[in-house]
């Protein structure tokens, strides 16, 4: 069982910057893909960022490329998530989460539904 704890959330400013982390309770090399996924009220719940820790390729949701970026720190099992020029849309709750399914990594990431999950941190940009 994996557990995954964020950290980093808080409020800014509409084109601050902000950064998450997501400790994972085992090693990586366990995990296929870990990824951030975000759910503002009343919408569903989205991926935001995946990376492959094998090898490191990622996707982005078209929402946030060019201004978010994913990345791990393999020696602290942990995954970050630079978010710059924030805006008020990307206002959510933000999770992390992990699969050791390679195969399904990007149908999890694309349907939301990855096999472990955070608790989230909350996101909130003001304009």
């Known amino acids: 069982q994996v557990q995954l704890v964020e950290s980093g959330g808080g409020s800014v400013q509409a084109g601050e910057s902000l950064g998450l982390s997501c400790a994972a309770s085992e090693y990586t090399y366990n995990i296929a893909c870990m990824g951030w996924f975000r759910q503002a009220p009343g919408k569903e719940r989205e991926g935001v960022a995946l990376?492959?820790?094998?090898?490191?390729?990622?996707s982005y949701a078209d929402s946030v490329k060019g201004r978010f970026t994913i990345s791990q720190d393999n020696a602290k099992n942990t995954l970050l998530l630079q978010m710059n020029s924030l805006k008020p849309e990307d206002t959510a709750m933000y999770y992390c989460a992990a699969d050791h399914r390679g195969g399904y990594c990007l149908l999890g990431f694309a349907r939301g539904d990855l096999r472990y999950w955070g608790q989230g941190t909350q996101v909130t940009v003001s304009s």
């Open positions: 990376i492959f820790t094998g090898g490191g390729r990622t």
